[in-house]
């Protein structure tokens, strides 16, 4: 008898998947909630056989642009065969009659989502740094990529990138505020001025991940290959245009990963051998050929992005609509984020 989890009707699902991919289930199904994701659902599901992964967007409060499952599905099926490491994908659903929400079935990768320092301290330094150095050329390797030579080039609007940014990011914060946030206004409103004042340098032209991290990536653990990402993951945010917007996000989940923030995003920037971001923005700009320039404005839209992501966690897990552990303190580091993002903003 197959058990549900939150989110995942197992009888709905196979009989939908049986119909796409006839023969491939063999047994039972069972299910379990991957721990640590905070945004859209993701399940390993197995027949005793056969592996998948299964995402779909979060219970309850959704803002209308976020949690695109066509989107990650999209971006990962075009990538694969690039220099980008990517999962198979399997299936796809947009009809919400069968688990209530558009979803997709792809490849059950075997690596690790690397999120805490201790889990890399007891890698050793040498093996951190090696990580840490493929992370970045992984990145570069995706913003090399051409978008219209894997079918990618009406994937987005690269005009006009960073002021929709600055203008979504701020209806998402209206739409799931738990509380006044005069700061996080304050910074919607200084980078609503300076975004002219960058926006017109389209040098930085590309596909966007979106937000990417080292646990939006799966490292080989052993064997041949070792430290090597094997995938990237959790592209419901990717899109085209400014590529530095993804080096600028990379950047602050680092830094606050080095700091108190550690507690509510991934700290493996603590970890022993864990380079700075000045050798990750060096390496960066190495492995593409190309200074990104003066980063503070990127920096402070990451910042602001980050923290509108986590008070849309924070309303979900107030309205009991979350799934999982570790939502209890997610809206602790908003005013701090914030802040962080004010300071790397020029007076103005």
Known sequence: MTQDVPGLDLASFRRWYDAQRPGEIDGELRAELIAGGKSNLTYAVTDGTSDWIVRRPPLGHVQATAHDMGREFTAMSALAGTDVPVPAMYARCDDPDVLGAPFYVMEKVDGTAYRRAAELDALGADRTAAIAARLVEVLAA????????????????????LERQVRRWGQQLEGSKTREHPDADELHRRLTRQVEQVAGDASATGIVHGDYRLDNCLVAADGAGRDDIRAVVDWEMATLGDTRTDVALMLVYETLGASAGGDLVSDVAKAQGWPGNDQQLAAYAAATGAEPGDMNFHLALAYFKLAVILEGIHFRYLQGQTVGEGFDRIGEGFDLIIAAGLHSLKDS
């Open 142 to 161: 995706l913003h090399a990529v051409d978008p219209a030579s894997v079918g990618l080039d009406g994937f987005g609007r690269p005009d006009g990138f």
